[in-house]
């Protein structure tokens, strides 16, 4: 599953190395499950929530997609950790010399620890950059948000984009406005058809750049880097970290 909110610009959600591990460790829960019964309810905790979490994921919409399967990683990791615990244990039990199994499990844990230092790297350092993860996280609206909150006393009516996803949220972030304001004002449009999206709550309107009344007496507004406003005046300029335009703010 390659959804971006799972990736770090290697792979998805699940490492590689888990291709061996996983089934490693299935198999060693099963074993363990018929000959000791120390830990059975554990195992049967494990192996049941392996079973249930695709369910849930499954029942939401939009799926699949990666914020639905958050939930499986940890019982993957676990059922991978036991699986690298039993074959770290079986190599120690070999009848053989001590620097044998000692280099045995050098060569397996230094892979591992190869994988672990490319994650992190990948993790903080090229994931946050890369052009994909900017455009997916929707890179600079919320300085633009914070941008109009320091000027919305200037204007009487504020103009959104709609082609972001769901940008009330980042203004409402930005502007600290309190909870009940929101919630009772009267002329606030939510379509609870798609996720609760608002259209228009206060002064702020959300709507496709090319249906903004650009006619509207002491308007400000907000669109994409890509757009233009014919007769008005760009008076703020978001960049993402490649110095591309994200958001263009207009008078």
Do not use: C
């Not at 959600?13 to 089934?23: A, D, E, G, Q, R």
């Amino acid at each position: 599953m390659r959804n971006m909110p799972g990736m770090n610009g290697a792979h998805g959600m699940l490492h590689i190395s888990l291709i061996v591990l996983f089934p490693l460790g299935l198999l060693s829960l099963f074993y363990q499950l018929k000959t000791d019964n120390r830990f059975k309810r554990e195992i049967i905790l494990v192996i049941g929530l392996l079973l249930l979490y695709p369910l849930v994921a499954a029942a939401t919409y939009p799926s699949p997609h990666a914020l639905r399967s958050y939930t499986l990683i940890p019982a993957f990791h676990i059922v991978a950790a036991t699986g690298l615990w039993w074959l770290i244990k079986l190599i120690l039990q070999l009848k053989t010399v001590k620097i044998l199994k000692r280099s045995l499990t050098f060569i397996l844990i230094i892979p591992l620890l190869f994988f672990f230092i490319n994650f992190l790297l990948r993790y903080y350092f090229v994931y946050p950059k890369s052009k994909a993860s900017i455009n997916y996280y929707q890179y600079g609206l919320l300085e633009a948000a914070k941008y109009v909150a320091e000027v919305e006393k200037n204007y009487d009516s504020i103009y959104i984009t709609s082609a972001a996803n769901q940008p009330f949220i980042y203004l409402l972030f930005a502007t600290r406005l309190d909870p009940v304001l929101f919630i009772e004002d009267p002329n606030k449009t939510i379509d609870y058809t798609y996720f609760g999206n608002v259209y228009k709550y206060g002064k702020y309107s959300f709507i496709k750049p090319k249906d903004m009344p650009l006619s509207a007496p002491g308007a400000l507004y907000v669109t994409n880097g890509n757009y233009i406003l014919q007769g008005k005046t760009i008076i703020h300029t978001i960049n993402d970290p490649h110095d591309q335009i994200r958001y263009l703010i207009w008078e």
